[in-house]
């Protein structure tokens, strides 16, 4: 019933050298690695433990991954579930799969539970009890109520189920509850920008390290001349352009192999045409 479960890498294998262009949040987050790493330090000392966080922000910037990236540099178990795998019609099959994570999540602390598009679940109520405003009451806003309810119940209770972090990722802020956003619930918010330019280049030469590429090929002119690229449109680059270079026999990516890939990531693959062999 209470399927499906939440994904578990036992250590993600993510760090922060796999993250750039949000150093702003990597540095607020690596508290929450020193926390996971030593959770009776904290205890000892009367630090009130951290326990949830939101991250917010456009997709593919990076959210899943600096969240993989606090487990993966504490070494300890990640829980991974989408806001939408806990919305059902049958009621009580969401709040069973939230006390479900919590519980297993619990058993193997220190961990970390994240639930990515937190939104899809904790949707704000709306005038419930306004018959006025002509909501329709049926079940599955019932479910989703339960479910939500239980997430509550399971953030409120963190204090004594220390060395467990929670975090939820959204890019639609405005449709959270404001119960999930009181004071109490999530320690922090925080921001995951779209890169800027630098950004864009330090992300580039992570993902750069992961493919050949030619030390002719000049990565800053992509990095400025792809406004608006996020951090997975860029990682998509450098293998569409490793698979171009592959095509061409090349023995490492050279820049007519990036230029190709940017115009086939632009426009799609029908215009270009790309020469085989
Ligand atoms: P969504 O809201 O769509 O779930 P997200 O913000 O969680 O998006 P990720 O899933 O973390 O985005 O990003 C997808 C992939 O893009 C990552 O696995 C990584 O390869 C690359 N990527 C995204 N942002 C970054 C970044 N800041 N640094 C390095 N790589 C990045």
């Known amino acids: 019933q209470s399927k499906p479960q939440a994904r578990v890498d036992g250590s993600t294998g993510v760090s922060f050298g796999d993250v750039a262009g949000i150093e702003d949040a990597v540095e607020e ?11 009776e330090l904290f205890d000892k000392m009367g630090i009130k433990p951290p326990h949830g966080v939101l991250l917010e922000g456009p997709p593919g910037c990076g959210k899943t991954l600096v969240a993989k990236a606090i487990a993966g540099e504490a070494g300890v178990p990640f829980y991974q579930m989408a806001g ?4 059902e019609v049958l009621v009580g099959v969401g709040s069973a799969r939230i006390r479900d994570l919590f519980k297993r999540a619990k058993v193997n602390k220190p961990s970390v539970i994240f639930i990515d598009e937190i939104d899809a679940l904790a ?6 009890y306004n018959k006025s405003t002509n909501y329709l009451y049926n079940a599955a806003t019932q479910e989703r109520e339960t479910t939500l309810n239980q997430l509550l119940i399971e953030l409120d209770g963190f204090d004594t189920g220390k060395g467990v972090i929670f975090i939820g990722a959204t890019n639609r802020m405005d449709l959270l509850d404001p119960a999930l956003l009181r004071p109490g619930r999530f320690d922090r918010k925080i921001r995951i920008r779209a890169p800027n330019a630098k950004g864009r280049l330090d992300i580039l030469k992570v993902h750069a390290r992961k493919v050949k590429m030619s030390p002719t090929v000049d990565l800053s002119s992509y990095a400025l001349n792809l406004p608006g690229w996020t951090g997975a449109k860029l990682a998509q680059l450098l293998q569409e352009a490793a698979l171009v270079a592959v095509r061409r026999g090349h023995e490492s990516i050279l820049q007519s192999d990036m230029d190709d890939a940017v115009d086939r990531l632009t ?3 029908k215009r270009v045409g790309i020469e085989l062999g």
Request: aromatic fraction near 8%; charge should be positive.
């Open 267 to 269: 426009v799609g693959p």
């Open 84 to 87: 939408s795998e806990f919305v």
């Open 123 to 128: 949707t704000r109520r709306q005038g419930i």
């Open 29 to 39: 987050l690596q508290e929450l690695v020193r926390y996971l790493k030593n959770p």
